[in-house]
């Protein structure tokens, strides 16, 4: 992988929820999923995910410099915390056991990133 994940150390994203605002370091982000305009975070600090107004769009710009890659039309992946890829299912595995499944259009970006 072409990667440089040291760009993510000491960077802090800040979700706005309804009465709070979270900061979140990018290296504990382990993925990203859109529902409409609503955007859920999953991120290795506890179980619960936090869930904020916006856009994948927008966050695909944000964190792309940073490692994060376009798995499908609703999510985006933290490629630091992706441990395995299964090539038969289109899967990916992160280090939290949690597997994805990546779309046939973005499945050959995802493996040419692994060969590499």
Not at 22 to 33: A, M, R, T
Not at 85 to 95: C, D, G, P, T, Y
Request: glycine share 4%.
């Amino acid at each position: 992988m072409n990667f440089d994940f040291s760009k993510q150390k000491g960077k802090i994203l800040p979700i706005k929820e309804k009465t709070q605002t979270s900061f979140l370091c990018y290296d504990e982000i382990l993925y990203l999923e859109c529902t409409g305009n609503l955007v859920f975070v999953f991120h290795t600090q506890n179980a619960r995910h936090i869930s904020y107004t916006s856009s994948l769009i927008s966050n695909e710009t944000i964190l792309g410099d940073f490692g994060f890659v376009r798995i499908s039309d609703n999510k985006i992946v933290n490629m630091y915390h992706v441990k395995k890829l299964n090539s038969i299912k289109r899967e990916i595995h992160m280090s939290n056991g949690c597997v994805l499944e990546v779309s046939r259009r973005k499945w050959h970006k995802i493996a040419e990133l692994f060969k590499s």
